[in-house]
C-alpha cells in the first residue's frame, strides 16, 4: 500500500472544507495548495506539522489538524 505521510491531514481538511466552506470561492483550490505546501516543504525529523482553517482570519473557526513527524528507515538488503 503506498500512503503519503500528509495524506492523514489532507483528508480531514477536506472534510472540514466540505462541511463549512464549500460557499467560499474556489474552497478546493485550498485544499490543492495545502497539499502542494506539504510536499514541496522541507521537514525534519520530530518536526510538528499543523494545518488550520484557511479561512480562520475571516470567519473565527478554530480547526486545525496536526502531527509530529517521525522519520524511520529500513536499510537496503544488498545482494551480491
Known amino acids: 500500500m503506498n500512503y503519503i505521510w500528509y495524506q492523514s491531514l489532507v ?3 477536506r472534510h472540514h472544507i466540505e ?3 464549500m460557499m467560499e470561492d474556489d474552497a478546493l483550490d485550498e ?3 495545502t497539499e502542494e505546501y506539504l ?3 522541507s521537514w525534519t525529523d520530530g518536526q510538528q506539522v499543523e494545518l488550520s482553517c484557511p479561512w480562520s482570519i475571516h470567519c473565527k473557526c478554530n480547526w486545525s489538524a496536526s502531527g509530529r513527524l517521525e522519520f524511520k528507515f529500513k536499510p537496503l538488503e544488498l545482494k551480491q
Open 19 to 21: 462541511a463549512k466552506h
Open 31 to 33: 485544499l490543492r495548495y
Open 39 to 41: 510536499q514541496y516543504e
Open 11 to 13: 483528508e480531514a481538511l
